[in-house]
C-alpha cells in the first residue's frame, strides 16, 4: 500500500508563490508517473503537471510558463512550485502516483486559495 500526503497549500495574493509537496510512503515500486490534479468547485478534476519516471515533464497550457514540477527521488517527493498565482488556479490540489502493475494513488488534497 503506498501513501500520498500533500503540504504546502494556503491562502496567497494574486501574483503570488506557493509550493506544494507531496510525500510518498510505503511500498513504492514501478512508478511510471507522478502528477498534480486540481479540482475547483463545480468543475472536473484536472491534470496540472506530470513527471514520468524518465523525467519527462508536461503541464496543462493553463500554467505553462507558471508553474514547474519537480521531485526528489531519494525523499520520494515530489513539488509543485506555483508562480504569477491568478484567482482561477484556486482549487484543491492532488498528488498522483501512477504505477505500471498497481493502479494509482492519490493524497487527500490540499486548498490552495488566490485572493486579495
Known amino acids: 500500500q503506498v501513501q500520498l500526503v500533500e503540504s504546502g497549500g494556503g491562502l496567497v495574493q494574486p501574483g503570488g508563490s506557493l509550493r506544494l509537496s507531496c510525500a510518498a510512503s510505503g511500498r513504492i515500486v514501478s512508478i511510471n508517473a507522478r502528477g498534480w490534479y486540481r479540482q475547483a468547485p463545480g468543475k472536473p478534476r484536472e491534470l496540472v503537471a506530470v513527471?514520468?519516471?524518465?523525467?519527462?515533464?508536461n503541464y496543462a497550457d493553463s500554467v505553462k510558463g507558471r508553474f514547474t514540477i519537480s521531485r526528489d527521488n531519494a525523499k520520494n517527493t515530489v513539488y509543485l512550485q506555483m508562480n504569477s498565482l491568478k484567482p482561477e488556479d484556486t482549487a484543491v490540489y492532488y498528488c498522483?502516483?501512477?504505477?505500471?502493475?498497481?493502479?494509482?494513488?492519490w493524497g487527500q488534497g490540499t486548498q490552495v486559495t488566490v485572493s486579495s
Open positions: 498522483q502516483l501512477s504505477t505500471y502493475y498497481s493502479g494509482n494513488y
Open positions: 513527471i514520468t519516471g524518465g523525467g519527462s515533464t
